[in-house]
């Protein structure tokens, strides 16, 4: 999937404001960001539910824009929301869907069967929707895409309320597809745990733009090393970080300040002499990996203090380093 | 073209019958909807049957109201099946739908078509209890076969028209709310519960141009009179008027999501 300068302007916003990626055959490609970052509006573009402003979509080499038919045909979807019919039973909802995509009636009840014994559903196949848990639907909505057999598939949100253990289920079942059908798949997700686990690549979106592309574990190397937490009673522990030229992430919440420094348990004794000097107190100091949590701050600023951006917070500490 | 022609065809009635279906798994819905036009006959009827104002010629005044009644009720339920998309687009239902490669008119026609099956419930429940009181109808197959034909097309009529409402209005409140203010003035701005001919001008108007009024002229024609010199005229008007509606209805479509 070739994905080339994406925009779709509503009304009063723009939704997604020119976004570029691509996607391999066979891979679990993630969109994550934060509510309302346009990741659901890029998918319904992707799946010719929504015309994109302007940009391009190829799809297996078809124009998704010119060809909208031919895209569907491909695609498999399960939307953010609940999209099984309560009112009917497992096995009516996988029939409906396996009669819209066309599956020929030879056939169609062994495929049906199948599915739903592939998603572990075979014992309440004949009861109604809507006595199905949470975690049973969203495995019947991945069942359901899968008698069309589809070569990519968009999963928005799957764990989604869902309790650890369902969630757990759900990706197990996710990254069983991807080995068995090699279908590509795209999934939307803010959990950081889910892209993780389950993304061979991931994009991170904030305010409709795609701010970083990558693997998750390159993504956290180019953080730039560790995190170290410092607490301090002192209120300008901050300041003195800022003017000694450390890398400040996120905070200062409740007296914490992220460091990123390489080799974080090298660098502590330097950092405390340095802090001892200026007459900062420290309470206690930490050192960690860096998660996609915090690729994912890094990137979007998220938990920034005043709202502001990291970049912009760095050219403020750069220019008051250049006035000291 | 025959293949895509044939394709289309199975969608609608892949959509028609799982409409259909989750009507059987929940019947209590049928039932209460008998409730009204029952009242409509057995005390409506019969308290105007008494009372002989109503200039309808040599017939009684429950046979001149059965037909009405029979319309009423499968326009009562068609009228508000913009609310089922409306819930089915905030269940994520339709959005799915939207994404595999059914033609938007196809779910429209698919809907509108189950919504007339829907209104042959209704108006069987109706004819049996017309049948119970004793009113007295034509029960020639090939006439009730005709006023089948002019249920469907009603159903299909009120509910593109509350489908085209629901894209539009987009939520609800205002779909049960026009809808409710829709129905009743088209049930008695036609020839329903008494001739136009006793209305004024303005109503007369109305009258002529409410795709309801035909409906039941050509069943009453069917059912009771036996007058079928103006049926072509009545089954053209509303076969008519509905596919223009299921147009409308999918053009508008695309408005409720998004």
């Known amino acids: 999937m070739e994905v080339r300068d994406l925009v779709k302007d509503y009304p009063r916003v723009r939704a997604v404001a020119g976004v570029s990626f691509d996607i391999e055959e066979g891979e679990i490609f993630g969109l994550l960001g934060p509510n309302g970052a346009g990741k659901t509006t890029t998918i319904r573009m992707l799946l010719t539910l929504v015309q994109p402003t302007s940009g391009s979509i190829q799809i297996f080499g078809i124009d998704a824009v010119a060809d909208p038919g031919r895209v569907r045909n491909l695609a498999g979807y399960v939307p953010q929301d609940v999209s099984v019919d309560g009112e009917l039973t497992g096995w009516e909802n996988m029939l409906m869907y396996a009669q819209l995509y066309d599956v020929p009636s030879q056939g169609r009840k062994t495929l049906i069967d199948e599915a739903m014994g592939y998603m572990g559903l075979s014992d309440r196949m004949n009861d109604m929707v809507n006595k199905y848990s949470g975690g049973m639907m969203r495995r019947l909505e991945i069942a359901q895409t899968l008698v069309n057999r589809p070569k990519m598939l968009y999963l928005d949100e799957p764990s989604i309320g869902l309790d650890p253990n369902a969630r757990r289920v759900i990706w197990e079942h996710i990254e069983k597809l991807r080995q068995e059908f090699g279908t590509t798949i795209l999934i939307t997700t803010h959990d950081m745990n889910e892209a993780d686990r389950l993304c061979n690549r991931i994009g991170i979106m904030d305010r409709g733009r795609l701010v970083a592309v990558g693997a998750p574990a390159q993504l956290k190397t180019e953080l730039g090393g560790d995190i170290v937490t410092v607490t301090a009673q002192s209120a300008d522990c901050l300041s003195k970080l800022r003017e000694s030229g450390y890398s400040i992430m996120a905070g200062p919440a409740n007296g914490h300040v992220d460091v990123v420094m390489q080799d974080g348990e090298k660098q502590i004794p330097r950092l405390m002499e340095m802090l001892h000097s200026c007459g900062v107190v420290v309470e206690s100091v930490s050192v960690k990996k860096p998660t996609l949590d915090d690729v994912f701050l890094h990137f979007t600023g998220a938990r920034i203090e005043q709202g502001d951006s990291f970049a912009k917070v760095k050219q403020t500490r750069r220019t008051f380093k250049r006035l000291s | ?258």
């Open chain 2, 1 to 258: 073209m025959n293949i895509g022609l044939r394709k289309y065809f199975r969608r609608t009635m892949t959509l028609a019958e799982f409409e259909i279906r989750k009507l059987l798994h929940d019947q209590t819905q049928v039932w209460i909807r008998v409730v009204q036009p029952a009242l409509w006959l057995l005390v409506f009827g019969e308290a105007f049957s008494k009372l002989n104002v109503i200039p309808i010629g040599n017939y009684t005044y429950l046979q001149f109201l059965t037909p009405g009644v029979l319309a009423q009720s499968a326009m009562f339920v068609a009228i508000f099946y913009g609310i089922n998309l409306v819930a089915e687009r905030d269940a994520g239902l339709l959005n799915k739908l939207l994404s595999t490669p059914t033609p938007r008119s196809a779910i429209v026609v698919g809907k509108a078509f189950a919504a007339g099956l829907r209104g042959i419930v209704q108006a069987v429940a109706v004819f049996i209890l017309a049948l119970i009181i004793g009113v007295h109808i034509s029960l020639n197959p090939l006439h009730l076969l005709g006023v089948l034909l002019f249920v469907i097309f009603l159903g299909m009529f009120f509910s593109s028209l509350s489908m085209c409402l629901a894209s539009l209005l987009r939520t609800r409140e205002r779909v049960m709310g026009v809808g409710q203010a829709l129905m009743m003035p088209l049930f008695f701005a036609s020839n329903a519960i008494y001739p136009s001919t006793i209305l004024p001008g303005w109503l007369k108007a109305i009258v002529i141009v409410n795709p309801l009024s035909y409906v039941i002229d050509g069943m009453r024609g069917l059912l009771v009179t036996n007058d079928l010199s103006k049926l072509p005229v009545d089954l053209l008007v509303i076969v008519f008027t509905s596919v223009v509606m299921m147009a409308l209805a999918s053009w508008s479509l695309k408005r409720i999501i998004s």
